[in-house]
């Protein structure tokens, strides 16, 4: 099973950044798929999530309005629009897969089972 990012680089404050997450080795149309964030020293903490239907979307707090996930279950992809980013949005953002069919959004890392190796998203000021 892999998950794979894409789409993350270097962009101002103010701007756009999409990240996709493709999934290989494993139909995930059943599981809750997220994104997480990390930055050093930091806990990894909750971006968004999409849920294993695509009907339910949820994201933190602290990004609603900015950030939304989104996912084609056809293709077993998962996406992160980031709009307005600000420079401590800068962080290594990494997708997830929850290996508990049918189950809801979570936002606690221990609850996902598969991760892709991280996409580094940096805005300037």
């Known amino acids: 099973v892999q998950l794979v990012e894409s789409g993350g680089g270097l962009v101002q404050a103010g701007g756009s950044l999409k990240l996709s997450c493709a999934a290989s080795?494993?139909?995930?149309?059943?599981?809750?798929m997220a994104w997480f964030r990390e930055v050093p020293e930091k806990e990894r903490e909750f971006v968004a999530g999409?849920?294993?239907?695509?009907?339910?979307?949820e994201s933190a707090d602290s990004m609603k309005g900015r950030f939304t996930a989104s996912r084609d279950l056809v293709l077993n992809t998962i996406y992160l629009q980031m709009d307005s980013l600000k420079p401590e949005d800068t962080a290594v953002y990494y997708c997830?897969?929850?290996?508990?069919?049918?189950?809801?959004?979570?936002?606690?890392?221990?609850?996902?089972?598969?991760w892709g190796q991280g996409s580094q998203v940096t805005v300037s000021s």
């Open positions: 080795g494993r139909d995930f149309g059943r599981n809750v």
């Open positions: 997830a897969a929850d290996g508990t069919l049918f189950g809801d959004i979570d936002h606690a890392q221990s609850k996902y089972m598969y």
């Open positions: 999409v849920s294993w239907n695509a009907a339910i979307t």
